[in-house]
């Protein structure tokens, strides 16, 4: 069975770093890409980025470039999302998403992963 | 790149279908057979409903389809069931470094 597992919800305070995880499961973990997507209070869904883990080939939005880094270790078949400096509007559920093998689509999620940066 | 634009909100009856519209232009929805629809109830993760504008994966059933025309693609669900009633987000590829770009997503009310 495919499962994509993430790390659980954090809360931390503006200018912190954060590292959150989806451990992939049940599928050459090597072979799909893995994208991220943001969803922020209320808001739609947004895409970040996302990483090849056979080769590390990461690709990101405009909007997010330079804001976040996403990286993969494909020993442990987890792929990463990372902030070196969090602000408030940071907050936000992340979703990490694998995309199948043909097209642009995500077939199977994670569960989400509740960001929260309040002073 | 822009956001998809989607209605906000959408009703139908039990029984009944509802079209959703999704409209992008020729460099995302126009320009590739790449559109994707995700159901999202509160709470809970995206799912995936429709690829590759037509395509259903194994699982979701067939009341639910995709369609395009131009630059506009659409999701219909006939036989409308209250477990239908979540938020809609359309999703096309954008044409460079593997983008993609979402649609501000659609409320579905069954009422």
């Known amino acids: 069975e495919v499962q994509l597992v993430q790390s659980g919800a954090e809360v931390k305070k503006p200018g912190e770093s954060l590292k959150i995880s989806c451990k992939g499961s049940g599928y050459p973990f090597t072979s799909y890409r893995i994208g991220w997507v943001r969803q922020m209070p209320g808001k739609g869904l947004e895409w970040m980025g996302i990483i090849y883990p056979g080769d590390s080939d990461t690709r990101y939005s405009p909007s997010f470039e330079g804001q976040v880094t996403i990286s993969a270790d494909k020993s442990i078949t987890t792929a990463y999302l990372q902030w070196s400096s969090l602000k408030a509007s940071d907050t936000a559920m992340y979703y990490c998403a694998r995309r199948k093998q043909d097209g642009y689509s995500f077939d199977y999620w994670g569960q989400g992963t509740l960001v929260t940066v309040s002073s | 790149q822009s956001a998809l634009t989607q209605p906000r909100s959408v009703s139908g009856s039990p029984g009944q279908s509802v079209t959703i519209s999704c409209t992008g232009t020729?460099?995302?929805?126009?320009?590739?057979?790449?559109v994707s629809w995700y159901q999202q109830h509160p709470g809970k993760a995206p799912k995936l409903m429709t690829y590759d504008v037509t395509k259903r994966p194994s699982g979701v059933p067939d009341r639910f389809s995709g369609s395009k025309s131009g630059n506009t693609a659409s999701l219909t669900i006939s036989g409308l069931q209250a477990e239908d009633e979540a938020d809609y987000y359309c999703c096309s590829y954008a044409g460079s470094y593997s983008s993609v770009v979402f649609g501000g997503g659609t409320k579905l009310t069954v009422l």
């Open positions: 020729s460099s995302d929805v126009g320009g590739y057979n790449y």
